[in-house]
């Protein structure tokens, strides 16, 4: 069964460093999605990309994220410098054309 | 400002005690209604999408039902294995926006 690949799945960094997280989305679909999620809280939507075009990231702190889906396939999301306030459930998900986005595992992102 | 709203935050159910969770959702032009289960550490599930009042998906113990302002997950006679937090998701516009509430957190005892 086809699935959403992140990884890494757990990562620990220091306030202040960069932070990298990779997306390999279900083969075929155009349309991915970066979302933050903070413990008992739902997903927030960092960024939307169509292809490799980004039609969505008006809730992404431009500041010191940033988000590429290079050739629209496979994407990354960094965080440079991180801050404590990051640390939060990385979630990537990918859905064809006008149907239900699936989710992969996540990236799970500590900043001490 | 799209808005999707559930309730309750947390329910506590005792084994084969059936209940409701409703979402309810303020969007300009909802296309689809979507819930997910969601378990701890984990990315989340998909489980069904309604599109339009009066639609109905079943799947084991659960029921989704959509009316034009809310969203039932109906789950009957529940199993501790149902325990997780359920996610309902409003997917509206042009470009596909999906908006997430909080979710309900079901704990359910043997």
């Known amino acids: 069964e086809a699935e959403v690949a992140q990884s890494p799945r757990y990562k620990i960094t220091e306030k202040s460093q960069a932070v990298a997280f990779w997306c390999d989305p279900i083969?075929?679909?155009?349309?991915l999605y970066w979302y933050r999620q903070i413990l008992g809280q739902g997903p927030e939507l960092l960024v939307q990309?169509?292809?490799?075009?980004?039609?969505?990231d008006s809730q992404l702190p431009k500041d010191r994220f940033s988000a590429e889906r290079l050739k629209g396939v496979d994407s990354t999301l960094k965080i440079q410098p991180a801050e404590l306030g990051d640390s939060a459930m990385y979630l990537c998900?990918?859905?064809?054309?006008?149907?239900?986005?699936?989710f992969g595992q996540g990236t799970r992102l500590t900043v001490v | 400002e799209d808005q999707v709203t559930q309730s309750p935050e947390a329910l506590r159910l005792q084994e084969g005690e059936s209940s409701s969770l409703n979402c309810s959702y303020t969007?300009?032009?909802?296309?689809?209604l979507f819930w997910y289960r969601q378990d701890p550490g984990k990315g989340p599930e998909f489980l069904f999408t309604?599109?339009?009042a009066g639609e109905e998906k079943e799947k084991e113990r659960l029921k989704a039902t959509l009316t034009k302002k809310e969203s039932f997950l109906h789950i009957t006679a529940p199993k501790p294995e149902d325990s997780a937090t359920y996610l309902c998701?409003?997917?509206?516009?042009?470009?596909?926006?999906?908006?997430f509430g909080i979710g309900t957190k079901l704990q359910v005892i043997p």
């Open positions: 083969s075929g679909h155009a349309t």
């Open positions: 998900a990918s859905s064809l054309m006008d149907t239900e986005a699936f």
């Open positions: 309604l599109y339009s």
């Open positions: 998701a409003a997917y509206s516009g042009g470009y596909q926006k999906v908006t």
């Open positions: 969007v300009s032009g909802l296309r689809g």
């Open positions: 990309f169509q292809d490799e075009s980004v039609v969505d």
